[in-house]
C-alpha cells in the first residue's frame, strides 16, 4: 500500500509542475542575470563609462538604455569614453553597445545601497558569459520549451510508475 500511495504523490507533483504556468517556474533573462548597484546623480542622470578589456576608454561608443526592453535613452561616450543620461528613475535597466550588454539597478539619489557605484563601467567586447559551458545550449533549449520538458519528466515518471503498479496488481 505504501507503494501505490508514493506512486499517488509523484503523479500529483508531476501533474502540477506541468499544470503551472511557465512564469511561476522560471524567472525572467534579466531576473536571473548578475546586476549591479548604480546609484543615480540628481536629476535622474546616469553616468558611466565604456572601455575595453584592456581597460582603454572607447570614444564614440553608443550606449542604447533599455528599461522592460524599450529603449528609453540613447548617448555617445565622450573622448574619454565616458557617457550621461538624464531623466531616468530607479529600477533594473539594460546597457547595451555594440559590442556588449550588461543589467543595472539604478537608485534614486540618498536611497542607493552603500556597495552601489557612483557610474557604471560597460566593458565592450566582453566575451565572458556566466554559466556559459558545454550544456549551455541545452539548458536554453529547456528554457525556451518548458511544456516539452515537463511532459518528458512528467512521462519519465508516470511510465515506470504505471508499469509497476501493474506488476504489482498482477501479483508479480
Sequence with gaps: MKRNSLGTWAAAIACFGMSAPPAARATSPTESAAAFDVALRPG???????????GVAKAGTTVSIRYAGQEV??????????????GLRGGQYELLTQESSGICRLWAPDTAPPAAKQTALVV???DVVRGQGPMNAWVEWIK???YITAGTVAAAIAIPLALADDDFDNGS
Design 44 to 54: 535622474g542622470v546616469l553616468v558611466g563609462q565604456v572601455v575595453d578589456r584592456q
Design 144 to 146: 525556451a520549451h518548458p
Design 124 to 126: 565592450a567586447g566582453d
Design 73 to 86: 535613452a540613447r548617448t555617445t561616450t565622450d573622448t574619454n569614453g565616458v557617457f550621461a543620461a538624464k
